[in-house]
């Protein structure tokens, strides 16, 4: 699955560094991705969490947290995961894409400039 786009919202409270969303495909956005900062285990994403009907954190038995949506497995994790914390570290380098001129083509094949 091809990830199209990686958005970040960068903010500082406590652990968490900001707010990713990640586009697959262009059809699939996952909003609510948090961007953590551990002191043991350095930066790490946080999948959104689950919620009951009055905004409360839904738990498992072990007490965890449940995801609301989540990877199936750890290379697809490490791969978002290091989309979104590169794109992370670019944003907080100042580090922008450059813009590249919008081009259209003319229906008319022979105005092509080859």
Known sequence: MKITQV??????????????SITFEN????TGIRIMNSEKTGRFISMPPQKDKNGNLVKNKEG????????LSKD?????S???LDEYN????????PKL??????EEPDDLPF
Do not use: H
Request: glycine share 6%; proline share 4%.
């Open 82 to 84: 290091s989309y979104i």
């Open 101 to 106: 001129p919008e081009v259209t083509m003319n």
């Open 7 to 20: 958005k970040i919202s960068k903010f500082n409270q406590g652990s968490c560094l900001g707010l990713a």
């Open 27 to 30: 059809i699939f956005v996952v």
């Open 76 to 80: 697809f994790r490490e791969t978002i």
């Open 90 to 97: 670019k944003a907080e380098s100042g580090y922008e894409e």
């Open 64 to 71: 965890r947290v449940m995801d609301l949506c989540f990877p």
